[in-house]
């Protein structure tokens, strides 16, 4: 059983950064692939940037393509979501979700991620 636990949310202004943390609690963590997703209100919940375990393969939302950065600290059971060049289209409750270990699902696929937090809200004004 993985516990996931968001922080680093906020109101900030547009052009702005904010750094979210994800910190797991449990077994096999560092066997997971972990994604950020978040949702708008009145949106479907959307992938914004994953990162697998094993080789790393990191992806991105070509919304965020270019502005966000995905990295994990397996030593400290986290991930981390960098976000610059913030836009009031990025407002909305940000989740960290991973995988079982070893899981072999598409970064993609919200059906890959067996454990969700309970997301932090981030807001960007403009």
């Known amino acids: 059983q993985v516990q996931l636990v968001e922080s680093g949310g906020g109101l900030v202004q547009a052009g702005g950064s904010l750094r979210l943390s994800c910190a797991a609690s449990?077994?096999?963590?560092?066997?997971?692939?972990v994604g950020w997703f978040r949702q708008a209100p009145g949106k479907e919940r959307e992938i914004v940037a994953g990162?697998?375990?094993?080789?790393?393969?990191?992806d991105y939302a070509n919304s965020v393509r270019g502005r966000f950065s995905i990295s994990r600290d397996n030593a400290k059971n986290t991930v981390h979501l960098q976000m610059n060049g913030l836009n009031p289209e990025d407002t909305a409750v940000y989740y960290c979700?991973?995988?079982?270990?070893?899981?072999?699902?598409?970064?993609?696929?919200?059906?890959?991620?067996?454990?969700w937090g309970q997301g932090t809200q981030v807001t960007v004004s403009s």
């Open positions: 979700a991973a995988s079982s270990p070893l899981s072999l699902g598409s970064i993609h696929y919200a059906g890959t991620y067996q454990y």
């Open positions: 449990g077994r096999g963590f560092s066997s997971s692939t």
């Open positions: 990162i697998k375990w094993g080789d790393t393969t990191i």
